[in-house]
């Protein structure tokens, strides 16, 4: 599978990414300190003084005053609604169809989505899943800190993680990853965990791209990967959190992937969800 996935209710669960710091070299021309000399230390003395006689001014006024009474703790008419609404003007709960968290609480695999045309599910990865389903051990070994991931996305309640991969030719792939989490605001943690490394000349190495429909969501286009007597190697992701849910997309290649190809892709997603 791909990046990020973990364990459901009967199911495995996921993990996390770091990135390193660059190294600040030393100045080439070493700067001096301006030095201290008698008239510093008498300015210095004369702020001490003046600090002192202004807090000891200050309390002797604060202390002529009389006491400002408090807040009552309790008030009236506070209360909301001020008195239920009649049997008859109660709202209809919302309808499954328009209620995300009942859709998220069924079967997470069906709401990944649908594979793009002309691609056919990728065995060789899809057999990492079990029946659509990632263990959240599974999940946190596409990241290079394992032992780690495993840990924080068990601290975050993480539930499940559904996936499906898929190729296309001879050289294209692509990954979905559904991680759901027990509260919507740890799907959004580590979707800007995430996101946070994206920047870092060693990921995607730029702010990436908003993704029209989402808040925060956004995809990458990486710089191709070059290695002599290898093909070259081409990346792009998504990653954005709706609800208790986050999803990382990732598309590889050994030819150039279109903004289109990774946008097309997250919009569809998110409008899943």
Same mark, same amino acid.
């Given at each position: 599978? +791909?990046?990020? &996935?973990?364990?459901?209710?009967?199911?495995?669960?996921?993990?996390?990414?770091? /990135?390193?710091?660059? $190294? +600040?070299? $030393?100045? /080439?021309?070493?700067?001096?300190?301006?030095?201290?000399?008698?008239?510093?230390? !008498?300015?210095? @003395?004369?702020? =001490?003084?003046? !600090? @002192?006689?202004?807090?000891?001014?200050?309390?002797?006024?604060?202390?002529?005053?009389?006491?400002?009474?408090?807040?009552?703790?309790?008030?009236?008419?506070? @209360?909301?609604?001020?008195?239920?609404?009649?049997?008859?003007?109660?709202?209809?709960p919302l309808p499954a169809s328009q209620d995300r968290r009942v859709r998220t609480d069924g079967d997470l695999r069906k709401l990944i989505v649908p594979r793009p045309k002309g691609w056919q599910e990728d065995k060789s990865?899809?057999?990492?899943?079990? &029946?659509?389903?990632?263990?959240?051990?599974?999940?946190a070994l596409d990241f290079e800190s394992e032992d780690y991931m495993f840990? &924080?996305?068990?601290?975050? &309640?993480?539930? *499940? =993680?559904?996936?499906?991969a898929w190729k296309k030719g001879e050289s294209r792939s692509g990954t979905v990853c559904l991680v759901q989490f027990r509260s919507? @605001?740890?799907?959004?943690? +580590?979707? $800007?965990?995430? *996101?946070?490394?994206?920047?870092?000349?060693?990921?995607a190495g730029n702010d990436g791209t908003a993704i029209k429909g989402s808040t925060e969501g956004r995809y990458y286009l990486f710089p191709a990967r070059r290695e002599a007597g290898y093909l070259p190697f081409y990346q792009a992701r998504a990653v954005f959190s709706r609800g208790d849910v986050m999803v990382d997309i990732h598309l590889y290649d050994s030819a150039p992937i279109s903004k289109r190809d990774i946008r097309t892709l997250a919009e569809r997603q998110l409008e899943r969800l």
């Open positions: 599978m +791909h990046p990020n &996935d973990s364990v459901s209710d009967g199911q495995p669960e996921p993990p996390v990414e770091a /990135a390193g710091a660059g $190294e +600040h070299p $030393e100045p /080439a021309v070493s700067v001096k300190r301006r030095p201290r000399g008698r008239t510093t230390l !008498i300015i210095a @003395a004369a702020a =001490v003084l003046g !600090i @002192a006689g202004g807090i000891a001014t200050g309390y002797g006024v604060q202390a002529g005053r009389a006491p400002t009474p408090l807040a009552a703790l309790s008030q009236p008419g506070l @209360a909301y609604p001020a008195k239920a609404l009649p049997a008859g003007e109660v709202p209809d990865l899809a057999a990492l899943t079990q &029946d659509g389903w990632l263990g959240v051990e599974d999940y840990s &924080d996305l068990l601290d975050q &309640d993480i539930r *499940r =993680v559904a996936g499906a919507g @605001a740890a799907a959004a943690a +580590h979707a $800007e965990d995430q *996101r946070s490394y994206m920047p870092q000349k060693r990921s």
